[in-house]
Nanobody
Framework: QVQLVESGGGLVQAGDSLRLSCAASGRTFTYLAMGWFRQAPGKEREFVATIAWNGSSTRYSDSVKGRFTISRDNAKNTVTLQMNSLKPEDTAVYYC???????????WGQGAQVTVSS
């Protein structure tokens, strides 16, 4: 079992930056691919980014590519999503995920609200 806790959400203006962090505990974090997903009001949860267990590869959705960066620190059991040039359409609840791929994940955090005003 893996427990995930997100932090860093909030209200920002369009064009601003925000960093989300995810602290993992429980089962060995080091060997799990990690990811971020988001769910906007009235929409299904969607893939944002994933990172391989050793950080050697990353994937991004087209909507965030070039603006968001996913990273991890296996020594600290943390995953970070750096979000730059935020847009109102980035408004959503963001979920940290473990044992993740672009189609889903086995473990989920409780979510962090990100609101971008125009």
């Amino acid at each position: 079992q893996v427990q995930l806790v997100e932090s860093g959400g909030g209200l920002v203006q369009a064009g601003d930056s925000l960093r989300l962090s995810c602290a993992a505990s429980g089962r060995t974090f080091t060997y799990l691919a990690m990811g971020w997903f988001r769910q906007a009001p009235g929409k299904e949860r969607e893939f944002v980014a994933t990172i391989a267990w050793n950080g050697s590869s990353t994937r991004y959705s087209d909507s965030v590519k070039g603006r968001f960066t996913i990273s991890r620190d296996n020594a600290k059991n943390t995953v970070t999503l750096q979000m730059n040039s935020l847009k109102p359409e980035d408004t959503a609840v963001y979920y940290c995920a473990a044992d993740a791929n672009p189609y889903g994940a086995r473990y989920w955090g409780q979510g962090a609200q990100v609101t971008v005003s125009s």
